[in-house]
């Protein structure tokens, strides 16, 4: 093995990240966020707005199609058109006609394939199968207060996804339509994505025991596992995995902000070249590649040590298939409702509690709705209650509107849905911008070789499907390249 790859991982790989929540990003997060826009973001913001308004995608209201939390945050209420503006204007560097393409591409997608009507009817069964296999919530949040998934590759053999993809080909697991163009056995998986941008980000938004509470979450940190995966099971997903991951870039654009790649093995340089094609520059600038000895370190930088999984080094009692566990900062903020002390697997949703003496909404207080259908009958179940901490611009906040509920003892409860007003933060959001922006290039210049990203520049020149089988006789000098290369890689999560 060459000596200049020996020493780049022997290199501390920590030691002069500051481990914090504080911490800027290398994507300098949370500045293209919610109260957290420059001047120039928060100007192609409104032209947005303008360009969405003039070519009928976006009306001004009252009420809007789209609030501005909307715009740049999943709402928490079921407006079917909650697309937030501001992932795609990151996902598209600002830049304000490329990202109304890719916008109006994922409006045509969803309303297409009802996406809105599938995650709330889908059968509760093929929710939970879905579930068991791909990314899933640990019920944690790093130190920024970003959900943390974990994501165990090897769950995934041939058989499996044949499988899977075979029963949602044939299973009528929901009321939606299909456009017939999305392969039918992946339309399932996109619930977890609907999960992860209408229930999980809206929750850990409202939750206040983090840095910067005033910043809307629409991230999530993700610990990707390939141990003991091989490169035929590899091959094998390699199909599943392009349809999967190119879907969730184009129309779930900007929700991943670090993935950390664990148990790679030696020929993954190899994966890599099927793979990286398939991301946008930004995406693949958030994915690590951890050696062993950096993966505790590295995670309990972002991560307290309590909620990272024992399998990693920390302290939480989580095995990759299980719901995820309560948290106690919880403890005194999520009100339980109706037998439930976790949330249950299936679609959630977050809406308005209803005030019970009959006077509407009660703008103060958010609750979270179980949704799907099992046996055949929807499911309508107040999950637990939570005080709202932040709400959209009162600019543009929606009227009270009301819905039945069905509790679980068969009790009903109206719903409805009220945004509060809460203080513009734009100027001090520019002073800060420029502040951070110096601590960034302060920690970027500090950072170790080995977890630095690789910003914005690809390799597009990348081996063919027939060549990498070719290559799987990977030698000595092969398997030292793949352990050196930079912390770089993407899955579909």
Known sequence: MASKARQSLDAPPVSRIKSSASTVSALNYPHGHLNSLNDQQEEALQKFKAVLEERGVWKRGPPPSHNDQTLLQDEYTTNAARNALSRYLRARRWIVEDAFTQFKETEDWRAANELDLLYETIDLDAYEESRRLYPQWTGRRDRRGIPLYVFEIRTLDNKTVANYEKNGAKSSFSKAKSDGKTPPGLMRLFALYENLTRFSQPFATQLTDRDSPDIPITLSTNIVDVAGVGLKQFWNLKAHMQAASQLATAHYP??????????????????????????????????????????????????????????????????????????????????WENGYSSFPSGPMIWEDVADPAGGGAQPERLQCVALGYKDGRPRREVVCTIPRTWSPPGSEAKPTTTTTTTTRNGASADAGGVAVPVEDKDAAAAAAAAASNVEQQATEQKSPESFRTADTQVDTQVDNSADAMEKLAIDEKKTATAEATPAVAQTAV
């Open 254 to 335: 900007e929700t991943l902000d670090r993935i950390f790649i664990i148990g790679a093995p030696f020929f993954f340089s190899t994966v890599w070249g099927w793979i990286k094609r398939w991301f946008d520059p930004i995406t693949v600038s958030k994915i690590f590649i951890l050696a062993p000895h950096e993966v505790l370190p590295t995670l309990e930088s972002f991560i307290e040590r309590r909620n990272i999984p024992k399998k990693y080094g920390g302290d939480l009692d989580y095995t990759f298939g299980q719901l995820g566990i309560p948290d106690p900062a919880w403890d005194g903020v999520v009100a």
